[in-house]
């Protein structure tokens, strides 16, 4: 990986940012600017960037709330926090939320450098890691699913691209294809892979008893209803719920999964209010 080192100097004073800028500009690294927070989201959107300084107190935004937001990037860069001297307490929480590292404002020039230089390779070996685990993936399988043809590397693509995103996703095939299994990997590479998955076979499930599985029920909804319980759609909340043969539920059951996936909200048999 032999592209110029991205580094973003967020401050929302001038002088700090110019005197950094004039410190690292002899270092053969890009350097971008920013002066408040959403300018910070702005040039991260834009740029691939491999290192923020980041400045704790800014307008709009402060750099923990932009910290939150960085977090949440694919292959993120590494930030170190500028902190005024003496908030010792604010660079622990800095920290804490996943800081590379601080630095005291105004900055020593040469601790500057040095962090600077050190972060660079750091992030850099971490995303060569992740290029040569992708490679590998695509040449041994993906998770529980072995395969090299070039169809199934078209479905491994898919479910790269997908897995990040927040979508109701149609999967097709015959049975005993894989639909579970590719169902599970979309999920495990997702945001959601730390809540639950929850299988549902919809062809096992009689007619009469199918929404209650999914959508659960109140208590008093029917007789022998004793207690409130929840369905598999509140039980999979905001993790994966995966449907297995649903085209052989009933058209007035499947009308109902159909409005929930639309709305995002549903009711519990006997209920008045949505959840």
Do not use: W
């Amino acid at each position: 990986m032999d592209t110029q080192p991205v580094i973003l100097i967020a401050d929302d004073e001038y002088a700090a940012r110019h005197a950094m800028k004039k410190a690292l500009e002899k270092q053969k690294y890009k350097l971008l600017e920013a002066k408040n927070g959403e300018e910070v989201l702005k040039v991260l959107e834009e740029n691939k960037v491999d290192l923020v300084f980041l400045d704790i107190n800014m307008p709009e935004k402060d750099g923990f709330a932009v910290m939150e937001k960085i977090k949440e990037i694919s292959s993120p860069p590494l930030v170190v926090f500028i902190t005024a001297y003496g908030d010792e307490k604010v660079a622990v929480k800095a920290m804490k939320m996943g800081a590379y590292d601080y630095i005291r404002k105004p900055p020593e020039l040469d601790e500057l450098r040095l962090i600077a230089k050190n972060a660079i390779k750091t992030v850099r070996l971490t995303r060569e890691n992740e290029e040569l685990r992708q490679m590998l993936s695509e040449q041994e399988g993906m998770g529980e699913m072995i395969g090299q043809s070039h169809l199934m590397q078209e479905i491994f693509q898919r479910i790269r691209k997908i897995s990040p995103t927040d979508v109701t996703v149609l999967i097709q095939g015959e049975s005993g294809t894989g639909k579970e299994l590719v169902a599970k990997e979309i999920h495990y590479l997702s945001q959601r892979s730390k809540k639950p998955f929850i299988a549902v076979n919809c062809a096992a499930l009689p007619d009469n008893l199918i929404e209650n599985e999914l959508f659960g029920h109140e208590k008093g909804a029917y007789t022998g209803a004793q207690s409130t319980q929840k369905g598999k759609f509140e039980l999979a909340h905001e993790g994966t719920l995966f449907l297995d043969e649903i085209g052989d539920m009933d058209l007035a059951t499947q009308s109902k999964v159909l409005r929930a996936l639309e709305e995002k909200r549903f009711q519990r048999l006997g209920g008045s209010e949505y959840i």
